[in-house]
């Protein structure tokens, strides 16, 4: 059997993509870098670009929880309510520090106050995260400017080292004062509700709800995913139709309930609320989990009772 050309020239390709497979191994996925935005003496613009921090005063050697840092002759100097360090070259046995931060954070900055007696110090080279991404360097003149950056990817490190000054013996002391961080900041379930608050008629069909009005204070992308499906009312019954389960959906964006309710006219019930948790997260390491409530009523003209996350919908 004869093949096209076209044909002949695929399968030329599938081999060689094999061939090179083997050769070079899998091709490594490239991810996107982060973007750094550096605020050199703008401690305003740097605020605002991060709307909310924390601050780190080292007025005593404690400090803040969830700050930890790993360092060579560095300490809180107390008495001028400063952090205190050294950073030498490599020729002199390179020391860094690493300032180590959980949950993750999205910004950074302080006052500096860089300087070597007797010498014209190597400025501060500022790297983060495990593969030491270079910011930006705090040069040698500062006194008690501020400098900072803001990163489009939350980070749990910046290393701090000799800047490109760095030459023979020659060290860099500084003095940092009013740390500030940034933490990646939770998406908010405060205000989350149903895409549908009641459900009519109850004809048994399954009902698609999803989850409205969570938000992210960093603006990020937020997923969510139904973590359970409870309802106030047993799931067969007398006069619910003989239907189970009366809820899926687990795991997805989206929850699934059963319109139906329990009662018959002589024995009518008193409405059933389903209670679908969720919880809702940023990818960059923040979460909240939040609950919302459908109810399908007895009657149109008759509120309905929630009775509780009594029974679990989503079982057989």
């Not at 750094?36 to 404690?62: H, I, K, L, M, Q």
């Not at 910004?107 to 010498?119: E, H, T």
């Not at 009005?213 to 006069?239: C, R, W």
């Amino acid at each position: 059997m004869k093949r096209k050309a076209s044909e002949i020239r695929l399968m030329v390709a599938v081999v060689l993509a094999l061939s090179l497979a083997l050769v070079m191994g899998p091709l490594a996925v490239s991810q996107a870098a982060p973007t750094f935005t550096v605020y050199a003496n703008d401690r305003p613009g740097w605020a605002a670009a991060v709307v909310s921090y924390d601050e780190e005063f080292f007025e005593d050697a404690t400090l803040n929880l969830g700050v930890t840092v790993v360092t060579g002759p560095g300490y809180v100097d107390v008495a001028k309510g400063v952090w205190w360090d050294r950073l030498t070259c490599p020729s002199s046995g390179l020391t860094t520090t690493t300032w180590q931060f959980d949950p993750p954070i999205r910004g950074f900055g302080a006052y500096w106050n860089p300087g070597v007696p007797g010498g014209p110090g190597a400025g501060i080279k500022v790297n983060v995260g495990g593969s030491w991404v270079t910011v930006g360097e705090i040069p040698n003149n500062y006194t008690g400017q501020f400098w900072g950056f803001v990163s489009t990817e939350p980070f749990t490190e910046v290393r701090l080292e000799p800047g490109s000054y760095c030459n023979g013996a020659w060290a860099e002391t500084y003095e940092m004062d009013n740390m500030v961080y940034s933490p990646n900041r939770p998406p908010d379930c405060s205000k989350a509700a149903p895409s549908q608050g009641t459900i009519w008629p109850p004809n048994h069909k399954f009902v698609p709800i999803t989850v409205l009005g969570v938000t992210d204070p960093d603006g990020d992308p937020v997923t969510i995913k139904i973590a359970k499906i409870y309802q106030d009312e047993l799931l067969n019954t007398t006069g619910d139709g003989n239907f189970v389960p009366d809820g899926q959906g687990l795991g997805t964006s989206t929850a699934e309930v059963r319109a139906e309710r329990v009662g018959t006219p002589a024995v009518p019930g008193d409405g059933r609320f389903y209670h679908i948790f969720f919880k809702a997260e940023d990818g960059r390491g923040g979460s909240c989990k939040g609950e919302v409530l459908v109810a399908v009523p007895h009657d149109q003209n008759k509120k309905p009772v929630d009775g509780g996350a009594k029974y679990d919908s989503t079982l057989p």
